[in-house]
């Protein structure tokens, strides 16, 4: 396993692994992979061993910037840290090239960036208590600016601490594991089973996603404002088991139920997003499940926990009402804003956007009808790492 589902289970705090192998593949390639995907699923339905519209969703890919977020967020808020060298599974073995040591974890002791144009570093430590990096060193003369950065000229090989570049930490760690411990925060777990996916049936193409929703009830002492992660674990064993998760959340109010937070949607074995709380506030969350490919129709998928960290301990309800009925309701009411814009609008249907606080473009695609299932689709979309040119190849 990795080392996120150890720190998960110690600690009941949400733990997050990135792939650095994803993180160091350049632009193009994760522009170009997803269009070969697509042309390849055509290609399947032109010749019959692919039907209707169902899709193999894959897991959202890690990128370099939001790995050296975590890298950033982990160093400010000391959450546990580690590095993996290697694959699971794999032998420890000493590169005497490098001096990492393969099928080994490392513990990522913080991360700096100097300014204006920024060294970026990554300090690590072998637990074994010895061993260095034998790589590029650090370019002290580069570093101006990292006077944050403790130790930056030592490499204290006697203890098993030494610096890399976080250039060199994507080329030589295939994945590191984040693990959000808050001091004086409570775990709260419940049980949660998938619903049974319907088989598909003459003119019924199998669903693709279900949904499931809950109200969160939080305590009057909690304080105003106060970060509370809602994650949802799977129990699957193997990794082809994994179902599609992503989940909503949204504030129910005597005006009506309002957006909180969105989660990505993800094969993950754990999904989770932050919530600004309020004392006494009821949230509906939402978990939208699509079964993995590997499972049969007909055939229900493995039990999963619905996980509310946070400074109190909370209460889970079941949620009495239609789901769809709310999404719609809220994000109506979110569309009503000055920040929303109109794109197209013929019989009924029409397709809006609206820009939300993390800078990301929601496009709602809503159908002619009245039904609470109209909101037919919702895509989220970021431009991230743009590199301004004179000339463009």
Not at 2 to 28: I, K, N, Q
Not at 45 to 74: C, F, I, K, M, N
Not at 138 to 159: K, M, Q
């Amino acid at each position: 396993g990795h080392a996120a589902e150890a720190l998960r289970d110690l600690t009941g705090a949400p733990a997050r692994r990135f792939s650095l192998v994803d993180a160091r593949a350049g632009w193009l390639s994760r522009l170009v992979q997803p269009l070969l995907d697509g042309l390849a699923r055509a290609v399947r339905r032109a010749v019959g061993l692919e039907h209707g519209g169902a899709y193999a969703q894959a897991p959202e890919r890690d990128t370099a910037s939001g790995v050296w977020a975590a890298l950033r967020e982990a160093t400010e808020f000391r959450f546990p840290a580690c590095a993996s060298c290697g694959e699971p599974g794999d032998e420890e073995t000493l590169d005497e090239a490098t001096g990492l040591v393969h099928g080994h974890a490392y513990t990522v002791l913080g991360a700096w960036e100097g300014r204006p144009w920024g060294k970026r570093v990554v300090k690590l430590r072998n637990p074994w208590g010895h061993g260095s990096w034998k790589g590029p060193e650090i370019d002290h003369d580069s570093c101006s600016g990292l006077s944050r950065a403790p130790g930056l000229r030592e490499n204290l090989t006697e203890e098993g601490i030494f610096w890399m570049s976080f250039d060199d930490f994507l080329k030589h760690f295939s994945g590191l594991d984040v693990c959000s411990v808050r001091p004086g925060y409570l775990s709260s777990a419940f049980r949660l089973q998938a619903p049974e996916m319907p088989a598909a049936g003459p003119g019924r193409p199998s669903p693709l996603f279900a949904t499931l929703g809950a109200v969160l009830q939080l305590p009057g002492d909690v304080p105003e404002a106060a970060a509370v992660a809602v994650s949802l674990l799977q129990g699957a064993e193997d990794t082809k088991g994994l179902a599609g998760v992503g989940l909503e959340i949204f504030e129910l109010t005597s005006m009506g139920p309002v957006h909180a937070a969105t989660s990505c949607c993800a094969v993950r074995r754990e999904v989770s997003v932050d919530l600004r709380a309020r004392p006494g506030g009821r949230y509906l969350v939402v978990v939208h499940w699509r079964p993995p490919a590997a499972l049969p129709a007909g055939h229900a998928a493995a039990a999963c926990s619905l996980n509310i960290y946070g400074p109190c301990l909370a209460q889970l309800l079941p949620h009495e009402g239609s789901v769809e009925a709310a999404r719609r309701a809220a994000y109506e009411a979110m569309l009503a804003a000055e920040e929303a814009s109109l794109v197209f609008a013929e019989c009924g249907a029409r397709i809006t956007t609206w820009r939300d606080t993390e800078g990301r473009v929601n496009a709602f695609l809503f159908d002619g009808g009245s039904s609470p299932n109209g909101l037919a689709a919702l895509f989220k979309l970021q431009l991230n790492n743009m590199q301004l040119q004179a000339a463009f190849p």
